[in-house]
């Protein structure tokens, strides 16, 4: 089955920098990577997710890129806010990453 | 519209028994999915189930069971509660193929 590893596991930043979320996935026949937010004592939800026929897609401060050859997925946030702090999760269909604790200081 | 509506929230149950937990998806998704969540990591992939068959399952043991009805709702049940089933249980219902999971709230089990 597939298995995805995300990294980092935590990461703390300033308010206003940008954070990297690195994925791997090991299964060729993939084809959709969803990132998922999760705050403390809520549900998941998505905030951005791409196709295999796309390499990069953007929205707004979030943007997710996509090398299908090595396997590996990356969500990018810019210019960072407090309420950017939570879980974030990658998957690849329907497996998840183990998830990243992003701390924004303000 | 209403989203993904799960119950009970919490639920408290002793080793060895069993137990069910319901899920009704966002209106017009006919596709429902089953997730285990333990404290710190993340959610672990149980089942999948659209128009009523399984159409994938994860790597949990017979004990973990599931079905969904003509009204495209679902139960997951869980046989022989152990410990280490304690946990959030959060139900997500899509659109088919390649398409974002929308969560519910969660059932919160805890097996004593």
């Known amino acids: 089955g597939e298995n995805v590893e995300q990294h980092p596991s935590t990461l703390s930043v300033q308010e206003g920098d940008s954070a990297v979320i690195k994925c791997t996935y090991s299964d060729s026949a993939s084809n959709y990577f969803p990132w998922y937010k999760q705050e403390l004592g809520k549900r998941p939800q998505l905030i951005i997710d791409i196709r295999s026929n796309v390499g990069e897609k953007k929205d707004q401060r979030i943007a997710v890129t996509l090398n299908k050859t090595a396997k590996h997925f990356s969500l990018h946030i810019t210019e960072t806010q407090p309420e950017d702090s939570a879980v974030y999760f990658c998957?690849?269909?329907?497996?998840f990453g183990g998830g990243t604790r992003l701390m924004v200081k303000p | 519209d209403a989203g993904v509506t799960q119950s009970p929230t919490h639920l408290i149950k002793t080793r060895g028994q069993h137990v069910t937990l319901r899920c009704s998806p966002i209106s017009g998704h006919k596709s429902v999915s089953w997730y285990q969540q333990v404290l710190g990591q993340g959610p672990q992939f149980i089942f999948q189930?659209?128009?009523?068959?399984?159409?994938g399952r994860g790597n949990f043991p017979d004990r973990f069971s599931a079905r969904q009805f003509p009204n495209y709702s679902s139960e997951l049940n869980v046989n022989a509660l152990l410990l280490g089933d304690s946990a959030l249980y959060l139900c997500a219902s899509s659109f088919p193929g390649e398409s974002p999971l929308h969560f519910g709230n969660g059932t919160r089990l805890t097996v004593t």
């Open positions: 998957a690849a269909m329907l497996t």
């Open positions: 189930y659209y128009e009523k068959e399984e159409r």
